[in-house]
């Protein structure tokens, strides 16, 4: 048998309200009843003091038959069973019961051990420990009360008694009242008690199933539904948002998970439909990849055969250039042919910048490295090239970060990578403003970079990708277009990189990273720069 949420709540509750009503009438019944007790206590003991008091006088006068009468009318009251009169050397001088009138009572029964617990008899003792329950011979429960009769000053100095001054007390008025008035009013008390319990939690169950049904079970109802509808594939449904907290928090929760669903569902059906063409994008990347491994093989070759035409002309280019400038300063030399000398001169020099150009381009030199401040190499770059026409509108603005490490680099080669990029960078701003240099730490701490920012004419998108091709040159009858692709093969000898970034009217950006540990390789790098720049100087 399965139970609905309601029904289950709504029993889990009745359980435990029904176990604190019992648990709270059981104790609510027990101390009613130990009051009633007291309280039934309480008027036997009144009853038998006004006896006492109502039948002083009357002893005093030794007026036995008057004490009797008054006694045997006070028996005759509803509740009472009987009552005896005691005197203290046990004997029952008078009883209702006429049957006992005359016996002496022994110490030891309950109507005398109260006082008589031990061999001196108290002679004052509470009224509780002068109560006693039992049954009497109809099996009806009943309870006795002892009251003691002292002997006051009015008794010792009677003429018409004889008790003498040290007696304390002259008897004992016993009274047997019946509990069965308490106990059928307890019992009228506990059924009542029962039902209001009933009542309460019939009540109580009406409620929670009420409420519940308005609060949790439609709510819940209107989730499930639209679970249902989800698990067919509809997205587009939503839950209200309901009154209660839980609940609100439970549809909101939903309805969040309902969209990210929408979203993800319409992220799969735009990658389906964008998937060849990202297949497309990646085969375009796996093809230029392979590209430039063929450059690379090809640049290789291209070394190789460099190489051999490089050497092969530097003989007779020496040749020339030493014997044209020993006929240049001859002073048998024709005036007039000494300009066509100086063409010679300078030309053959020229070929033999582009032949060193070449050699450098085709060798791989091997760095000497040694620990150096890149900070003190970019200072010795610019001592170098400041000087010169280009840079007389340029400001040179330099920003060192102030943690910079030394590493371990070939200073000499460095040098040369950066005496080109400056140079490249001035001679591209033709109308001059600032050249930035910055020198930071990247954001792992594992690179140093260093960036060469221009205001110059840019670099046009299509350039961008051949600038570091050997022989790729944008300066008309200027330079060979080797020393970008020297540079570079420098920096990959250190274990770095060469990034660029320009745009056409605003300036170029070349960054490299030299790696601090220089067994770090190329893949480990990472390209994005961090670290507070603290300016330096300006030039």
């Not at 008589?116 to 049954?135: A, C, G, I, L, Y």
């Not at 209001?196 to 169950?205: F, N, S």
């Not at 020993?326 to 030399?333: A, S, Y």
């Given at each position: 048998?399965?139970?609905?949420?309601?029904?289950?709540?709504?029993?889990?509750?009745?359980?435990?309200?029904?176990?604190?009503?019992?648990?709270?009438?059981?104790?609510?019944?027990?101390?009613?009843?130990?009051?009633?007790?007291?309280?039934?206590?309480?008027?036997?003991?009144?009853?038998?003091?006004?006896?006492?008091?109502?039948?002083?006088?009357?002893?005093?006068?030794?007026?036995?038959?008057?004490?009797?009468?008054?006694?045997?009318?006070?028996?005759?009251?509803?509740?009472?069973?009987?009552?005896?009169?005691?005197?203290?050397?046990?004997?029952?001088?008078?009883?209702?019961?006429?049957?006992?009138?005359?016996?002496?009572?022994?110490?030891?029964?309950?109507?005398?051990?109260?006082?008589?617990?031990?061999?001196?008899?108290?002679?004052?003792?509470?009224?509780?420990?002068?109560?006693?329950?039992?049954?009497?011979?109809?099996?009806?429960?009943?309870?006795?009360?002892?009251?003691?009769?002292?002997?006051?000053?009015?008794?010792?100095?009677?003429?018409c008694h004889f008790h003498p001054e040290s007696f304390k007390i002259l008897g004992v008025l016993d009274v047997i009242t019946s509990l069965q008035p308490m106990r059928e009013l307890m019992e009228s008390y506990r059924y009542k008690l029962g039902a209001v319990t009933v009542l309460i939690i019939a009540a109580i169950w009406a409620s929670i199933t009420f409420f519940m049904m308005i609060f949790v079970n439609s709510p819940i109802k209107q989730l499930l539904y639209q679970i249902k509808m989800l698990s067919k594939g509809e997205l587009d449904g939503t839950v209200p948002t309901f009154s209660s907290y839980e609940l609100a928090v439970l549809s909101d929760s939903f309805n969040r998970m309902t969209q990210n669903l929408r979203k993800a569902r319409s992220e799969l059906e735009d990658w389906a439909h964008t998937l060849e063409l990202r297949v497309e994008d990646r085969t375009n990347e796996l093809k230029k990849v392979q590209n430039q491994l063929v450059r690379s093989e090809k640049l290789a070759s291209l070394g190789e055969l460099v190489a051999g035409i490089a050497h092969e002309i530097n003989n007779p280019l020496t040749g020339i250039l030493m014997y044209a400038s020993l006929v240049q300063h001859d002073d048998k030399l024709n005036p007039a042919l000494k300009s066509d000398l100086a063409i010679i001169v300078r030309e053959t020099e020229r070929c033999a910048r582009i032949v060193n150009g070449l050699l450098d381009f085709s060798r791989e030199k091997s760095p000497k490295k040694k620990l150096s401040s890149i900070p003190a190499i970019m200072n010795a770059t610019l001592s170098l090239v400041k000087s010169q026409s280009i840079f007389l509108n340029i400001n040179i603005v330099t920003e060192f970060a102030a943690d910079l490490q030394e590493i371990s680099v070939d200073p000499n080669l460095i040098e040369q990578v950066l005496v080109n990029m400056v140079l490249n960078a001035g001679q591209s701003m033709h109308d001059g403003g600032d050249l930035h240099l910055r020198i930071n730490n990247s954001e792992d701490n594992k690179f140093i970079v260093i960036e060469i920012a221009d205001q110059g004419c840019g670099i046009p998108e299509d350039n961008l990708k051949k600038i570091f091709d050997p022989f790729f040159t944008t300066k008309e009858n200027k330079g060979t277009g080797l020393g970008l692709s020297v540079s570079y093969g420098i920096i990959e000898s250190h274990g770095g990189r060469i990034e660029v970034q320009s745009e056409v009217g605003k300036g170029t950006t070349f960054t490299i990273l030299l790696p601090v540990d220089q067994e770090t390789t190329t893949n480990d790098a990472r390209n994005k720069p961090a670290g507070e720049l603290v300016p330096d100087d300006h030039i």
């Amino acid at each position: 048998m399965h139970f609905s949420l309601i029904t289950k709540i709504a029993i889990a509750t009745s359980i435990v309200l029904l176990v604190c009503m019992v648990v709270f009438t059981q104790l609510n019944f027990n101390n009613l009843q130990k009051l009633m007790i007291e309280n039934a206590v309480a008027d036997s003991d009144r009853l038998s003091e006004t006896i006492i008091s109502s039948t002083h006088n009357q002893m005093l006068e030794n007026n036995l038959f008057g004490v009797f009468q008054m006694i045997n009318e006070v028996g005759k009251q509803k509740g009472v069973i009987h009552i005896r009169l005691i005197s203290k050397t046990g004997r029952i001088i008078h009883s209702t019961d006429e049957n006992e009138v005359g016996r002496l009572l022994d110490k030891k029964t309950e109507a005398c051990n109260m006082c008589h617990e031990s061999e001196t008899p108290q002679v004052d003792v509470s009224s509780m420990n002068r109560s006693r329950f039992f049954k009497d011979s109809n099996g009806q429960e009943v309870m006795g009360l002892a009251k003691a009769i002292y002997n006051s000053e009015k008794c010792y100095t009677a003429a018409c008694h004889f008790h003498p001054e040290s007696f304390k007390i002259l008897g004992v008025l016993d009274v047997i009242t019946s509990l069965q008035p308490m106990r059928e009013l307890m019992e009228s008390y506990r059924y009542k008690l029962g039902a209001v319990t009933v009542l309460i939690i019939a009540a109580i169950w009406a409620s929670i199933t009420f409420f519940m049904m308005i609060f949790v079970n439609s709510p819940i109802k209107q989730l499930l539904y639209q679970i249902k509808m989800l698990s067919k594939g509809e997205l587009d449904g939503t839950v209200p948002t309901f009154s209660s907290y839980e609940l609100a928090v439970l549809s909101d929760s939903f309805n969040r998970m309902t969209q990210n669903l929408r979203k993800a569902r319409s992220e799969l059906e735009d990658w389906a439909h964008t998937l060849e063409l990202r297949v497309e994008d990646r085969t375009n990347e796996l093809k230029k990849v392979q590209n430039q491994l063929v450059r690379s093989e090809k640049l290789a070759s291209l070394g190789e055969l460099v190489a051999g035409i490089a050497h092969e002309i530097n003989n007779p280019l020496t040749g020339i250039l030493m014997y044209a400038s020993l006929v240049q300063h001859d002073d048998k030399l024709n005036p007039a042919l000494k300009s066509d000398l100086a063409i010679i001169v300078r030309e053959t020099e020229r070929c033999a910048r582009i032949v060193n150009g070449l050699l450098d381009f085709s060798r791989e030199k091997s760095p000497k490295k040694k620990l150096s401040s890149i900070p003190a190499i970019m200072n010795a770059t610019l001592s170098l090239v400041k000087s010169q026409s280009i840079f007389l509108n340029i400001n040179i603005v330099t920003e060192f970060a102030a943690d910079l490490q030394e590493i371990s680099v070939d200073p000499n080669l460095i040098e040369q990578v950066l005496v080109n990029m400056v140079l490249n960078a001035g001679q591209s701003m033709h109308d001059g403003g600032d050249l930035h240099l910055r020198i930071n730490n990247s954001e792992d701490n594992k690179f140093i970079v260093i960036e060469i920012a221009d205001q110059g004419c840019g670099i046009p998108e299509d350039n961008l990708k051949k600038i570091f091709d050997p022989f790729f040159t944008t300066k008309e009858n200027k330079g060979t277009g080797l020393g970008l692709s020297v540079s570079y093969g420098i920096i990959e000898s250190h274990g770095g990189r060469i990034e660029v970034q320009s745009e056409v009217g605003k300036g170029t950006t070349f960054t490299i990273l030299l790696p601090v540990d220089q067994e770090t390789t190329t893949n480990d790098a990472r390209n994005k720069p961090a670290g507070e720049l603290v300016p330096d100087d300006h030039i």
